[in-house]
């Protein structure tokens, strides 16, 4: 109970969440995210005709959202441009660059003498990977992205504009987007070899509905009396939050009410120290102790220099 | 070609609050959070320093209700040493790994000047482990067995009086690495009004030594009043027992003496309710805290400078910890290899000296066996000279005998004839 309070007033009151949202534009990304906070998180520039950006850019909006006692400093990262252009290589290189800068910001503060004791957290937490609903497979840019970004933070996959895509194909095309990504080697957001047993059944059931096909929407309609959001046609009403039309509910639970908690500490403890890791030894490969054949340990080279 | 230009992304520095217009669900984060945190149990250490026979272990084993496993230190101890002991508890799911750390010899010795050295070292060492580790280039924090102090009982002498010197000593020189809370040890040898006194005496003393002991935290709303009113009350005189003693119809801990029976966990006996309430109940996670942030930031910090590592470097510019250590790394390396060189010189130095020495030895003997085999040669010539004289006189002598020999008979064949003659 103690801790339940403190942490509501204390950690709680800086807990930072950063998502990165990328996906060629026009698939409903900023929808998306305002749906799932059911706040104009990400600002849509709705019927101006934004220039294309020459290059992928990066770009973060930071909200406060506050529910129940509990303060959440949210961070969206949006990539406009992103798979846009004609000759789309290297178009990651941006995003991966940013991710990897967080990481060092942070890496650098931890390491000054006179550190700060909140270490400011822009650490990327999720990565919300946009995939468009082509129905047939994972493109080879997908790939490419996908490969190189699931190492350095979690990704979690995302079927845009579900309803383009009736039941069965739906089921199909998950089927071979999995297909694809076991090919390929891309380890999606929950890592299997890092969970907890207790965890296990839940995370395998979020694992069969990967990825998740969304339909976003911030207009509210009125059905027998309720107030629901979705979107009307002229055929009929797509719910957002009915889990037989979509997977959005299913995305919501587990982005936000069960594993977020986990998602920002799996990006500190692995990501974060894989990075460290990386970084680290790659500024003292010329200098590894040889007696030991091992990483020097930093203290004890620096005891030795006492000598 | 889509240029790869890495454009600053552009943060909103001013953060707007939102609306939300509907349930998002991230109130569950604190759930969350305690979900995570009750899977991977705590930790906790304090560390009892008191004069031997103060009652710390049975303190201990009142405060957390069960009896670890210690056996009385004695009096004769010529250093202070400690004793640390880790126990892993439960209550109800949540999973407690407890180390107790008992001072054994404290306040033993004739000269006490050095009690608190072997203390100070302990508690440097803790905080210099979890700094290796932090350093690391492989490193596993949140496996890492945390054993940093966070809070540390100072069990004063119940005299009456004030603080002995050792006290004040020993609680300046820890106020700035440890949270110190003194507490008063066997209260049941002081009546109620010496206490009160007892008690100003020694915040009065504190106070003007300039120690800074624990204050309990009045910034979060809901705990306030509780922890202004408990750091009044500071010290807190406390009185443990394993003993059970039967009150009325419940058996209860207590110390039972002719004339009546102190109660434990009776708030008008004694103050150990309060301080199991601040210390266990109320103030953990805080202790935690204040260890890892300030007292851990400190030495860290310190540390590092006495290293040499600053985050400014020569022209004020900023100077990452990477900068420093390849700075110093090549200078160590430097250092190692200019040592190399001499060594080497030294040696060959010492290499053609040995040489030469050698040589001379050699030379000499030679020389000496030179003298001796001519020696024995002369003797040799000697001696062969001698044998032969002698065996020339030998073959003489040969033939003489052999004349006269020849002679005899000859001589004697003449004188046969002569006598025939007649």
Redesign the interface.
Same mark, same amino acid.
């Given at each position: 109970m103690r801790t339940y309070h403190q942490s509501t007033r204390r950690d709680l009151n800086c807990l930072k969440s950063d998502m990165v949202i990328k996906g060629r534009s026009g698939l409903g990304k900023s929808t998306f995210v305002n749906t799932l906070f059911k706040a104009t998180v990400a600002r849509r520039k709705s019927g101006e005709e934004e220039p294309l950006p020459s290059t992928t850019e990066v770009k973060t909006v930071s909200s406060s959202l506050s529910e129940g006692g509990v303060r959440l400093n949210l961070t969206i990262t949006d990539t406009p441009g992103f798979g846009d252009h004609i000759n789309n290589e290297n178009c990651w290189e941006p995003i991966v660059s940013y991710i990897e800068a967080q990481y060092g910001r942070y890496l650098q503060e931890e390491q000054k003498v006179d550190r700060l004791l909140h270490i400011p957290d822009t650490r990327i937490h999720c990565c919300v990977y946009f995939i468009p609903p082509t129905g047939h497979s994972l493109s080879s840019l997908d790939v490419e992205v996908l490969q190189r970004l699931d190492k350095i933070v979690n990704v979690v996959p995302v079927v845009a504009k579900a309803d383009t895509l009736t039941l069965e194909e739906r089921a199909a095309f998950k089927e071979r987007i999995r297909a694809d990504l076991s090919d390929h080697a891309i380890k999606v957001y929950p890592l299997q070899e890092y969970e907890d047993l207790d965890d296990a059944p839940e995370n395998m059931k979020i694992r069969e509905r990967l990825p998740f096909a969304v339909v976003g929407s911030t207009t509210w309609h009125e059905i027998h009396g309720k107030k629901l959001l979705g979107r009307r046609s002229n055929w009929g009403l797509v719910e957002v939050e009915n889990k037989s039309h979509n997977d959005f509910a299913y995305m919501r639970d587990m982005l936000i009410r069960t594993h977020m908690q986990d998602l920002i500490g799996s990006t500190a403890e692995r990501h974060y120290e894989n990075f460290r890791r990386a970084r680290l030894s790659t500024k003292t490969t010329s200098k590894v102790n040889i007696v030991n054949g091992q990483d020097t340990d930093h203290m004890e080279d620096l005891n030795e220099s006492k000598i | 070609?889509?240029?790869?230009?890495?454009?600053r992304?552009?943060?909103?520095e001013k953060?707007?609050? =939102?609306?939300?217009?509907?349930?998002?669900?991230?109130?569950? =984060?604190?759930?969350?959070?305690?979900?995570?945190?009750t899977?991977n149990g705590f930790t906790f250490n304090i560390l009892c320093i008191g004069e031997t026979g103060m009652g710390k272990s049975t303190l201990m084993d009142t405060l957390f209700n069960t009896s670890f496993e210690s056996n009385p230190a004695p009096h004769t101890l010529p250093a202070v040493k400690l004793k640390s002991h880790t126990y892993e508890l439960q209550e109800s799911n949540v999973r407690l790994k407890l180390t107790i750390v008992d001072t054994v010899g404290y306040g033993d010795q004739i000269n006490k000047g050095d009690s608190f050295t072997a203390i100070v070292d302990y508690i440097d060492k803790q905080f210099?482990d979890y700094?290796?580790e932090e =350093?690391?280039?492989?490193? *596993?924090l949140?496996a890492y067995h945390d054993s940093r102090i966070h809070a540390c009982l100072y069990f004063i002498c119940p005299t009456g009086h004030g603080l002995k010197s050792i006290d004040l000593v020993c609680m300046k020189k820890l106020d700035s690495k440890v949270n110190v809370i003194p507490v008063i040890a066997k209260a049941d040898t002081i009546s109620k009004s010496e206490l009160t006194k007892f008690k100003q005496r020694i915040i009065q003393e504190i106070k003007a030594n300039g120690i800074q002991i624990y204050q309990f935290p009045t910034d979060?709303?809901?705990m306030a009043k509780v922890n202004t009113e408990m750091n009044n009350q500071i010290p807190f005189a406390v009185v443990g027992s394993t003993d059970f003693v039967r009150v009325g119809n419940k058996m209860l801990r207590a110390r039972q003496y002719p004339w009546g029976t102190v109660q434990v966990e009776n708030e008008s006996h004694c103050d150990f309710t309060k301080l199991r309430e601040m210390l266990i109940?109320?103030n953990m996670?805080?202790m935690r805290e204040v260890t890892h942030?300030r007292h851990y930031?400190l030495y860290?910090?310190k540390i =590092?400078?006495t290293?040499g590592? *600053?985050?400014v470097g020569q022209d004020n510019q900023p100077v990452?910890?990477?900068q420093t250590?390849?700075q110093?790394?090549v200078?160590?390396?430097e250092?190692l290899q200019r040592k190399e060189d001499e060594m080497r010189q030294t040696f060959v130095l010492r290499v053609k000296e040995k040489e030469t020495e050698l040589k001379e030895v050699e030379k000499e003997l030679y020389t000496k066996y030179d003298t001796l085999k001519r020696e024995h040669a002369e003797e040799k010539k000697r001696y062969e000279d001698l044998k032969k004289r002698l065996d020339e006189e030998k073959a003489e002598f040969q033939k003489r005998k052999h004349q006269v020999a020849t002679q005899q008979l000859t001589s004697h064949t003449l004188t046969l004839g002569k006598t025939k003659k007649k």
């Open positions: - | 070609m889509a240029a790869v230009a890495v454009e992304p552009p943060i909103d953060i707007r609050t =939102l609306k939300l217009s509907g349930h998002v669900g991230f109130d569950s =984060l604190p759930d969350q959070l305690v979900a995570k945190s899977q210099d700094l290796q =350093l690391k280039i492989k490193r *596993s949140s979060d709303d809901t109940r109320t996670e805080d942030q930031e860290r910090k =590092l400078e290293m590592f *600053s985050d990452s910890f990477q250590f390849e110093k790394r200078e160590h390396r250092e």
